[in-house]
């Protein structure tokens, strides 16, 4: 990843007259200029300046001679230098128009370099004014030294030299796997391996050239591919290098990154982030609140790396020359903020010290963020434990860590799975019961406990109804109790409560009630044992002496009839309440004659007399509602034709008609025809039979006649041999001498 770097510096210093000591030119008194718009990216280029197998001795050798002999120094540089013009030559920057300075007195690293493995891309360090220092590992002085990252040019590196590098304070490593969809880092494999062993923590990055979608896509495939031939697992924090210069501001690069993450997720790699050096973002390249500070891993490098800077993103990449004694090499160093690096992404431990109540039972509570499953929500549902602390994972979601009353570590749970609560007492949870109080003890008032009251004798007579309850962290169970007027009584603890039957206490009614459906079954008990089914009364009125308000929300009414005889227990909804003992209107079309002079025609159910049946006898009326009373009689409320309301007859006083033509009257009388301008019909729907101008003057016997519902009476007529001949409107007729 350094082929040698130093050496390279130090031929540019030698080259522009620059002391290895110092970041000043000897070209002149001027200190500073322009700043290169490029200075923050870093080195990753890997090339055919060297073999692979030497990269870092070359480097270390470099500079290593650098204190004894400047000239050899040059020369050494030159040498591992030395390549064809095409594929990056360094040669000593000229005067021209583009010339680019630095203004090193901000403590800025002007060099540019790129970290591809397929080109060179040198073309601006040849005009550096200086590098970055070197610096030691475990520096007290410079920003925090949290995790390197490396690639195939930090060559072989044994478990034993990783360790060195772990006693420094470093703990985790992001190594290189792909490069666009050609290259492979061909150390992946030992390297991920002997970190590992080595006890550094993990992670991979991919080094961008795409410009469209479709690459954008083509290259997180040929990412993952790699991480699954190195079986490395899902929750492992997957890096975007995007910085290559040959692309930059050829696309729209903020959502062709937003493209590549999401590839990422959908192949199962939910941990991203995305490497950006400075120049980009400051130049507007790229947008980081659109992909989100917290997944933005900022490279810049100051002269002078004192203090943290950068704080608002995930992490700060502040210099690649960093030594650990007894490694060959220099490396990236990094500050992680958010601790998404140095953990397994889950981050930093945030304290919390809230409690939360588990809530659902399909949820995994996790050892570690490794994906190690510790136990099933299901096991502490409706628990309420302690979130000690939380920790905000770069998958998106929030994990609580819990507790719970004796100290003792539960798991990791997704927050999502619980329910923060206000207090120790956890969440209110719904629950349902009748009780009564096992005897005189403290209500609460709240659950700061300082609110009481108490339990009386008189109130150990009474059923009370539980709504709700909680389960508080210190182990006990209290529930809402309320009386059953709906009055807030207070909390108890469970185990003072006596349980009653689900139906609840028998609430004293007195409504009837008429049964308006077929499909209810009558219970004998609540034991749900079947005592008949409704369809067996149907429409029959019954009082309600008492009703019960059940726990699984129905109310059921215990069923008498007028003699008293009790009939079971029936749902409420199959039931229609009446406003008194004649029960529910019942709609009827019916037609009903009056066919008795004996009854009284009632204004209503109390009795009051609006009419008697004689001074209707024989008329037609319509039954536009019935009712079953409750004393076992049908009661007809009759309308005219008209609309005319006549008030309520027992039906017994009644004779039912088949339409509006009322019920047939038993008749001996005879008639003759007395007008030719009649129809005599078939039938009450006015199908003529025949014309009374064919019959006039004739003599016919009416057997029945019909005091018809619109007003009119007709005759049922018959000749002398017993043929009938159909109904006539009796005011077409006249009475036979």
Known sequence: MKIGLYAIALFFMGTLGINADTTQTTTGTQSSTAISSDSSTRPRTESTLGSESNTSESTEETANNTTTNSSQTEESAVESSSIDETE????????????????????????????SDIKVSLGRTARAAATVPYIEAGDPTTPSQDFIDISSHNGLISVDQFKIIKSYGVSAVVVKLTEATSYQNPLAASQIANAKAAGLIVHAYHYSWYTTESGARAEADYFVSYAKQLNLPTSMLMVNDYEEPNIKNKANHTALAQVFENRLKALGYTNTHHYIGISWITEKVIDPDVLGKNKVWIAQYPYEPVGQKHTEYSAWQWTYNVTFPGVSGTFDMNSDYNKYFISQGQGGAITDGRYATITKDNYTIWQNFSWTKKADSKAYLGQTLQVKVRYEHINGSTYYSLYDNQGKWIGYINAGGTKVATGAQGNWQSKNAYVKFKQQDTIYRD?????????TAAMLKNTYKVTGTYRHFNGTTYDSVYDLNGTWIGYIPTTKLTVQGNQGPAISDGRYVTIKSGNYSIWQNFSWKLKSSSKDYLNQ??????????LNGSVYYSLYDNKGT??????????????????????????VTISSKNYSIWQNFSWK????????FGQTFQVKVYYNHFNGSVYYSLYDNKGTWYGY?????????????????????????SSKNYSIWQNFSWKEKNKSSKLYGQTFQVRVYYNHFNGSTYYSLYDNKGTWYGYINANGTKAAK
């Open 566 to 591: 009790w009939y079971g227990y029936i749902n409420a909804t199959g039931t229609k309440t009446a406003n008194n003992a004649g029960g529910a209107a019942i709609s009827s079309s019916k037609y």
């Open 649 to 673: 007859i027992n039906a017994n006083g009644t004779k039912t008609a088949n339409n509006a033509g009322g019920a047939a009257i038993s008749s001996s009388k005879y008639v003759t025809i």
């Open 88 to 115: 990056g030559t360094i040669s000593e920057p000229q005067e021209s128009d583009d010339q680019i300075y630095y203004d090193t007195s901000l403590g800025l690293d002007p060099t540019y370099r790129s970290r």
């Open 609 to 616: 007399e609006k009419n008697k049946s004689s001074k209707l």
């Open 447 to 455: 659950f700061s406990f300082n609110k009481t009251t108490k339990v």
């Open 541 to 550: 009125t019954f009082l309600v002496k008492v009703r019960y308000e059940h």
